[in-house]
């Protein structure tokens, strides 16, 4: 596989209640590439974020369900997901440069 970029591995921020109650714990979600790994993440939240030092990463892959649309069947893409805890510094998600 060839290597990906950094802003080719974060995709998104996910912005939920669920993940913004995790933020208070140093906990960050992001929407990654499915073929992202675990130090591909590290990697990318590190560069992207100064002053950030990356303590764990959780991967977790959604798979799309099947919905209907005007009666026909159609499936919805896999998502990966990352759940980055940081040991030290904070990041903002209102910055534009994930937007």
Same mark, same amino acid.
């Given at each position: 596989m060839a290597e990906l970029k950094h802003y080719d591995v974060i995709l998104s921020p996910v912005i939920t209640e669920k993940s913004t109650l995790g933020?208070?714990?140093?906990?960050? *979600?992001? &929407?990654v590439a499915l073929g992202a790994t675990k130090g591909d993440v590290k990697a990318a939240v590190e560069a992207l974020f100064a002053g950030v030092k990356v303590k764990s990463v959780? *991967?977790?892959?959604? &798979?799309? &369900? *099947? &919905? @209907?649309? @005007?009666?026909q069947p159609y499936m919805r893409s896999d998502q990966k997901k990352a759940i980055v805890t940081l040991s030290?510094?904070?990041?903002?998600? *209102?910055a534009p440069e994930l937007k």
């Open positions: 933020s208070e714990h140093s906990q960050y *979600t992001f &929407k959780n *991967t977790i892959v959604q &798979k799309g &369900k *099947t &919905k @209907r649309w @005007r009666g030290e510094g904070a990041i903002d998600l *209102t």
